[in-house]
């Protein structure tokens, strides 16, 4: 399927509004989040490669905040357990619009895939059954603060004994000189990757509002107080990170 190379905010913006994840986003979104995210591609792999570790027969494994349905993808080249079902969630029509049309060309391109359910709905008020898997790749910044604690534990309550919650997020840094350093840094990978200053800035204000990073050690905290009993961090580029968290 074609996309779009990301130029959302290479002119310069009178006024910058708030990111949202419309039309315009889901066009480009491949394009961007590659050149956004330091190592995502590794992330969205191997999500797949853990996930058939923790797959457990008659289980749902599912797909937080799936966008265009890469983790998703993932989860069908990896996963051969019985009976296993991926469902993928985004109240983001424009993506599933096109999430969608992904994951149709993959079923034609490959026999005994996983049965795919894609449900349009904020994951704050979906309803989740029994999981052996779930994944939330780099959504759970943009819940408001306040309700991240509810979905957590809310994911943990759903997760089968010897399951596991894959957490992705960019991560902030508690010690100011640290936070600085790999902040540059991801300014340093996204010029790396073609995007100008202006870019670079105008992102930044759209973002600013509407994703609130955490600390590593918020995360656990966090992670720790709706029942989980272990975080183990797998991977970490630069400022983001994905973490393993145990029922
Ligand atoms: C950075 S993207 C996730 C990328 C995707 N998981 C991947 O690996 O390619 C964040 C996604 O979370 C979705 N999202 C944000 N808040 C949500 C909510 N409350 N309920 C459902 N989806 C949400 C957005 O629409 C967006 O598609
Ligand atoms: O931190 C940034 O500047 C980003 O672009 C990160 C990020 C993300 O982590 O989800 C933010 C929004 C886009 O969806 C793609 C990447």
Request: glycine share 4%; net charge negative.
């Amino acid at each position: 399927m074609s996309h779009d190379p990301d130029r959302l905010f290479a002119q310069p913006l009178g006024q910058i509004k708030d990111f949202v994840f419309n039309e315009d986003v889901a066009r480009v979104f491949p394009d961007m989040i590659k050149r956004s995210v330091p190592g995502y591609p590794t992330i969205v792999e191997n999500i797949g490669v853990l996930a058939a570790r923790f797959a457990q027969p008659d289980s749902q494994l599912y797909d937080l905040g799936c966008s265009l349905g890469a983790v998703t993808q993932a989860l069908r080249r990896h996963v051969r357990t019985d009976n296993c079902r991926v469902i993928a969630v985004d109240n983001s029509h424009a993506m599933l619009e096109r999430c969608r049309e992904y994951l149709h060309a993959q079923d034609a391109m490959f026999q005994e895939l996983l049965p795919v359910n894609v449900i349009e709905s904020d994951i704050l008020e979906l309803d989740l059954q029994a999981a052996s898997l779930v994944a939330l790749n780099f959504t759970l910044q943009f819940i408001p603060p306040p309700r991240r604690p509810e979905l957590l534990r809310k994911i943990r309550q759903a997760l089968l004994p010897g399951g596991a919650l894959i957490l992705s997020e960019k991560l902030r840094f508690e010690e100011p000189h640290q936070h600085e350093l790999l902040t540059d840094l991801h300014v340093a990978f996204k010029r790396a990757n073609g995007y100008s200053e202006l870019e670079i800035a105008q992102k930044r204000s759209a973002i600013e509002n509407v994703m609130k990073p955490d600390s590593l050690e918020t995360h656990r905290q966090r992670l720790l107080e709706a029942g989980f009993s272990s975080v183990t961090p797998w991977f970490q580029c630069l400022n983001f990170a994905s973490l393993i968290a145990l029922p």
